[in-house]
C-alpha cells in the first residue's frame, strides 16, 4: 500500500503551487467544450505625467467578465472615473464574446456604486471580515 502525507504548508514553493492549478486546469480542459484560458483585461487612467491615478483589473474567461480591482485615487472619487472604467470594461469583454460580468466588495467599499451600475447581489459572506459583508455581485452586459 502507497503511503502518503498530507501537510500545511505556510511557504509553499511557487512551482508547487502552479503544479496544482496546472492540474485543475487539465481537467477543465478534459471536462469542457471550451478550453479554460482566461484572459487579461486592464482598463487605466493616466495623469499627463503617464502615473496611473485609476484602474481595473480582471479577466475574460467563458464568456464572463470577472472584475478582481477596481480603485479609483481619492482626490478622483465621486467624479465618474470609477464607472469610467467600469463600462469600458464591459464594451471590452462585449467585444469578447462575453455576455455577463462578476464581481464582490465589501460592505466598507462600493456595494452601492455597484448597484447603482446595475450589478445585484447573489451571494453574500456574513461577518468577512468580521463586522462586516462580502458581497457577489452579478449583471447581464
Not at 44 to 61: C, M, N, P, S, W
Not at 108 to 114: E, V
Request: with cysteine.
Amino acid at each position: 500500500m502507497t503511503e502518503f502525507t498530507v501537510c500545511v504548508e505556510d511557504s509553499p514553493d511557487p512551482q508547487d503551487i502552479r503544479a496544482v492549478i496546472s492540474k485543475i486546469l487539465e481537467y477543465n480542459n478534459n471536462s469542457q467544450h471550451n478550453e479554460d484560458i482566461a484572459y487579461p483585461l486592464s482598463v487605466f487612467i493616466r495623469d499627463a505625467q503617464g502615473e496611473i491615478v485609476g484602474g481595473l483589473v480582471g479577466k475574460t474567461h467563458w464568456g464572463w467578465l470577472f472584475v478582481s480591482h477596481l480603485w479609483v485615487a481619492e482626490t478622483l472619487r465621486g467624479q465618474g472615473y470609477g464607472q469610467q472604467l467600469l463600462l469600458k470594461a464591459e464594451v471590452a469583454a462585449k467585444q469578447r464574446g462575453c455576455s455577463r460580468a462578476y464581481l464582490d466588495t465589501f460592505s466598507f467599499q462600493a456595494l452601492g456604486f455597484y448597484e447603482r451600475l446595475g450589478y445585484q447581489i447573489f451571494g453574500v459572506l456574513k461577518d468577512y471580515p468580521p463586522g462586516y459583508e462580502r458581497y457577489f455581485l452579478e449583471k447581464q452586459i
